[in-house]
């Protein structure tokens, strides 16, 4: 099993950046995908974007398009612990957002963080 624990996520204006972590434990792997989602209230979950580290300093990484430019995620294999820097935040960037762990860059995903509420107020 993989535990994930999602942090960073809060209050911010539009135009604004902020930061989420998700922390990985358990029966880690430095091969897994890292993905990260989000669903707003009304909504389903959607793929928001994700990494897998391939050798050395090569990573693979996907977005959504509607956050192409504006996010990037990133990982740290010696801390088990992903990253999703989020900048130019806009009111339909809404949502909780979670992070999830699976063997390919586009899922399945087999474990699942608990989720962190973003909130981006106009």
């Known amino acids: 099993q993989v535990q994930l624990v999602e942090s960073g996520g809060g209050l911010v204006q539009a135009g604004g950046s902020l930061r989420l972590s998700c922390a990985a434990s358990?029966?880690?792997?430095?091969?897994?995908?890292m993905g990260w989602f989000r669903q707003a209230p009304g909504k389903e979950r959607e793929f928001v974007g994700s990494?897998?580290?391939?050798?050395?300093?090569?990573?693979?990484?996907d977005y959504a398009d509607s956050v192409k430019g504006r996010f990037t995620i990133s990982r740290d294999n010696a801390k088990n612990t992903v990253y999703l820097q989020m900048n130019s935040l806009k009111p339909e960037d809404t949502a909780v957002y979670y992070c999830?762990?699976?063997?390919?860059?586009?899922?399945?995903?087999?474990?699942w963080g608990q989720g962190t509420q973003v909130t981006v107020s106009s």
């Open positions: 999830a762990a699976g063997l390919n860059l586009r899922g399945p995903y087999d474990f």
């Open positions: 358990g029966r880690t792997s430095s091969s897994y995908a």
């Open positions: 990494i897998k580290w391939l050798s050395g300093n090569t990573y693979l990484k």
